[in-house]
């Protein structure tokens, strides 16, 4: 259906599950009852505000799946940062096709590039610090590879894809096994390489490390906590903030030498990126 592909993300199922969610066993009767089966269209995708942008050869993969004979036109690349009034992408093709696909596509990539956004002014924050943005698993399900590859174009990086690519051991973990500790030797134990660990007093650290945790993830703590715990680390492994994080606290938190800032909102709060296509009739 298209060249982009995604790792693990089949693209063609995706659009096709989507569409069929909007057209139902009828299919569009409005654009079947208003537009000339012979219509054709023509029309620009632009982007309403300053965006970061992510999801454009998805939206062009809905159009393709209705028209393969649509000419599509590109006008930026997945990763851009654009000004308001950008035109994205300018297309032609068969109207009842367009603009049966045109809400599928707008939503896709209104969201991605929301998320890219989003992503794009928490890591403008941090700039200058060393400090690295991360995603999280607070994904809709059904989308986190999407969602993911999002907070990439946005100049963000991923943590965790799942629960199978390292271990993290979280407060209800550490309360079942009981204590940080023993939490942390028994994944050693059952042959974990990558073994992060939730602490949200100092006095965890030094158990933590001792058992044998390769990550920390500081939950929680301020500022000053946080440069405490930074320094009691000393560099033996990775530290992650994570709690608290927004774009008027992010500066000062990166500033307190963590490795990582971990947010859910980049996924989980990201407002929709205003984008439009204006079609126009042209014979």
């Known amino acids: 259906m298209a060249d982009w592909q995604l790792q693990g ?26 537009i000339p ?11 309403r505000d300053a965006i970061a942008v992510a999801g454009l050869p998805i939206a062009a993969a809905f159009f393709r799946a209705l028209d393969p004979d649509a000419t599509i036109d590109m006008l930026v690349e997945d990763g851009a940062r654009v000004a308001a009034g950008t035109p994205l992408m300018r297309i032609k093709g068969k109207a009842r ?33 060393g400090a690295i943005m991360l ?9 986190r590879l999407l969602e993911k590859y999002a907070v990439r174009m946005g ?38 390489e990558r073994i992060m660990v939730e602490v949200d007093r100092i006095d965890q650290i030094t158990p933590a490390l001792n058992a044998g945790a390769t990550w920390l993830l500081l939950d929680n703590m301020p500022p000053p906590v946080l440069r405490e715990a930074v320094a009691m680390v000393a560099g ?36 929709a990126a205003d984008i439009g296509l204006d079609l126009a009739i042209v014979g």
């Open 135 to 143: 995603d999280t698993r607070k994904t809709i399900p059904g989308l």
């Open 236 to 271: 033996r492994v990775p530290t992650e903030a994570s709690g608290g994080v927004r774009l008027d606290t992010i500066r000062a938190i990166a500033e307190t030498g963590v490795t990582y800032i971990s947010a859910g909102r980049l996924t989980q709060s990201a407002p």
């Open 37 to 47: 089966a012979d219509a054709i269209f023509h029309g620009e995708m632009a982007s």
């Open 155 to 192: 100049g963000g990086t991923n943590h965790r894809m799942g629960l199978w690519d390292a271990a993290m051991i979280k407060d209800n973990h550490v309360a079942v096994a009981g204590g940080v500790d023993e939490a942390v030797r028994r994944a050693k134990a059952a042959g974990i």
């Open 97 to 129: 096709a367009l603009l049966t696909a045109e809400r599928s596509a707008l939503n896709t990539l209104q969201h991605l590039s929301g998320v890219a956004t989003l992503t794009a002014s928490h890591v403008d924050a941090i700039a200058g610090t």
């Open 9 to 34: 993300f089949d693209l063609d199922a995706f659009v096709s599950a989507t569409l069929a969610e909007d057209l139902g066993t009828i299919g569009d009767i409005t654009s079947a009852g208003v």
